[in-house]
């Protein structure tokens, strides 16, 4: 019987501790109306004029690298999820640019959780690593 207090004690924190994790990986850490610039992807800086704005019902546009995209925000079992992801087809003239929208791609199609920094929020892959960094953008 002693053992068995102590054990249902770890099992409810435990799942109290889930219910944190979940609550930073909701979506609804994006909210509509949130305007953000991206500083960084996958560690390096990003180009100047790539953004994320988010719309109703999880609605995502923004501007990448070379580009305009569009997607869904969507959560399933506590992950979040970029689906249905599109982009405009305009070749960019900087090499540079071209390799960071290839990035930003593959890490909007990698996001499964997000957390709050001091100045905006950090897309995060299924191994916590960073893929996006957020910054409000002025006037938020």
Do not use: H, K
């Amino acid at each position: 019987m002693t053992i068995t207090r102590p054990l249902a004690l770890l099992a409810a924190m435990a799942s109290l501790a889930a219910c944190q994790d979940a609550g930073e990986r909701s979506v609804a850490m994006l909210r509509p109306g949130d305007s953000y610039v991206v500083t960084r992807i996958d560690g390096a800086p990003a180009p100047a004029g790539v953004t994320l704005e988010v719309g109703e019902g999880g609605r995502v546009t923004g501007r990448a690298p070379c580009n305009r995209y569009s997607g869904q925000l969507t959560e399933n079992g506590g992950a979040m999820a970029v689906s249905g992801m599109v982009m405009t087809r305009m070749a960019c003239a900087e090499q540079d640019r071209n390799m960071a929208e290839v990035r930003f791609g593959n890490a909007m199609g990698s996001i499964t959780a997000a957390r709050r920094t001091g100045d905006g929020v950090v897309l995060t892959d299924p191994e916590g690593r960073e893929r996006i960094a957020l910054a409000r953008s002025e006037g938020q």
